[in-house]
């Protein structure tokens, strides 16, 4: 039996020190009127090594446009491994199968590193957000000049060494509005379209097969603003559609979903998670679905339950780096009185953050976050002399202009309402041109450097955590 390789993927998905979750899509076939049956099989070995595994097995699920996810656990911590994945059609249920010949030739071929179990290691990401790609009215896709950004990541790998831990992407993956009211995604097809144009070109797709990667969604991926414009009709139609899509894309491969017995288990029920690498912890945060607006008091930019889990992770005692990944900047503000999209404008939920981190000395933490089209660093100093750090890596692509230093109050303090005023410090320079960011993390600092689309570095930067 030959086996097709996958049309979209693989993706190296969550990666823990013993476990790694790999996604991928094959073609939809239709038999009898239905979905025939397709099943994914993958293999792997440590990396180098002279055999492969026993293969394993996994549905591919024509609820989510013919993707699957393999499960390979039982693995070494810090360890590299190798791997081939493809899939078939079968008229039967796997248990039914007769016992076949596997053929790998056309299979795909990808690596990948589970975590470290050490807390004293240091991590490497890959940061960003923000990939335009531009489909016409009639819904045709020509646009591939936002994969240069990926090639230049590939090209460090390839050529200069570089290991990246992790590839994480902040938001805006798809511009599911691109043309705005003219050709919007509305259907769950439709969203489908827009991820598979996204994540099967040449070299996101290399990068996503052997470097863990992570996300988290934005407003583009349902609408600008989102929710601000929206209608209770979207809210029954287009944000469920959005968000299975999404789910299907974004967060099925991410610690979001529970496993148990070596399987997916369970219905999605939030959209943030955590995980931790080294000497990182991260929590991904979603501040996008679970906003609420209103008056300056009722509005929330994330849940009560998900500040709640955010301040029990904070203040968990790890030692370690506390990297939030918010798709909108905690800090600093922007110039623009009518901007209220980003936490600027949930003045009440971030000052609770603030003092809760104040009041309970709470060291090494560091926002990561895309939205604005710019990449730059800074510092918030706290009353208690601690320090937050922001990290802004955005865009990957963007063909529109991109904007200065003028945008951001780069300068000044932020109201910390109970803990009185922190103050903005250490600012570096705007890069206002497609670029990636390249982040180092130690158990004492964090290390940037920002390159622009094809591969120039553009500035460097260290913070201190004290």
């Not at 076939?29 to 293999?43: A, E, K, M, Y």
């Not at 070494?76 to 081939?84: G, H, K, M, R, T």
């Not at 249920?93 to 053929?103: C, N, S, T």
């Not at 109970?418 to 600012?427: A, D, Q, R």
Request: one cysteine or more.
């Amino acid at each position: 039996m030959q086996l097709k390789p996958l049309t979209v993927g693989p993706i190296i998905g969550e990666t823990t020190t013993s476990r790694v979750r790999i996604w991928g899509r094959a073609a939809p076939s239709v038999v009898d009127g239905g979905p025939r049956r397709c099943f994914g099989v993958i293999r792997f070995m440590e990396y180098g090594g002279d055999e492969y595994l026993k293969p394993r097995y996994f549905k591919m699920n024509p609820n989510f446009d013919m993707t699957g996810i393999a499960i390979l656990d039982r693995l070494a911590p810090n360890s590299y491994y190798e791997y081939q994945m493809g899939y078939f059609y079968s008229d039967v249920e796997l248990k039914d199968a007769p016992a076949q010949d596997i053929d790998w030739e056309k299979t795909n071929y990808g690596y990948f590193k589970t975590a470290s179990d050490d807390d004293s290691h240091p991590r490497t990401f890959a940061i960003g957000s923000c990939r335009y790609l531009l489909n016409t009215f009639f819904g045709d896709f020509f646009d591939d000049r936002g994969d240069k950004t990926f090639r230049s990541i590939n090209r460090q790998i390839d050529d200069d060494g570089v290991e990246y831990d992790q590839l994480i992407m902040m938001g805006d993956q798809i511009y599911a509005d691109d043309l705005n009211i003219l050709n919007p995604a509305v259907t769950i097809p439709e969203f489908y379209k827009r991820y598979r144009d996204a994540f099967s070109q040449k070299y996101i797709r290399q990068l996503m097969s052997r470097t863990s990667t992570y996300m988290t969604l934005d407003d583009h991926e349902i609408e600008n603003n989102w929710p601000a414009h929206s209608s209770s009709k979207d809210w029954k139609t287009l944000f469920p559609n959005a968000v299975h899509a999404y789910q299907t894309y974004q967060l099925s491969h991410s610690p979001a979903i529970p496993i148990r017995a070596g399987r997916l288990r369970g219905t999605l029920q939030k959209m943030w998670y955590k995980y931790t690498d080294g000497c990182c912890d991260i929590f991904v945060t979603d501040t996008r679905t679970e906003r609420r607006l209103g008056s300056v008091d009722e509005r929330e930019i994330i849940s009560t339950q998900q500040m709640q889990g955010l301040k029990r992770w904070l203040n968990d005692g790890s030692g370690r780096a506390k990297i939030i990944v918010s798709a909108v900047p905690f800090f600093p503000d922007t110039s623009s009185s009518g901007d209220t999209d980003k936490w600027s404008n949930f003045a009440k939920q971030r000052q609770e953050l603030l003092s809760y981190i104040d009041s309970r000395d709470i060291e090494k933490v560091v926002f990561f976050s895309g939205d604005v089209h710019a990449s730059f660093s800074g510092e918030l100093i706290l009353p208690n002399g601690n320090k937050i750090l922001a990290v802004i890596s955005s865009a990957f692509f963007w063909p529109y202009p991109h904007p200065s230093a003028r945008k951001f109050k780069l300068k000044g303090i932020i109201d910390g309402g109970s803990i009185g005023e922190c103050v903005l410090s250490n600012f570096s320079p705007i890069v206002g041109d497609d670029n990636f960011t390249k982040v180092k993390v130690t158990p004492s600092q964090i290390q940037l450097e920002v390159y622009e689309r094809k591969g120039d570095l553009c500035h460097q930067m260290t913070h201190k955590f004290s």
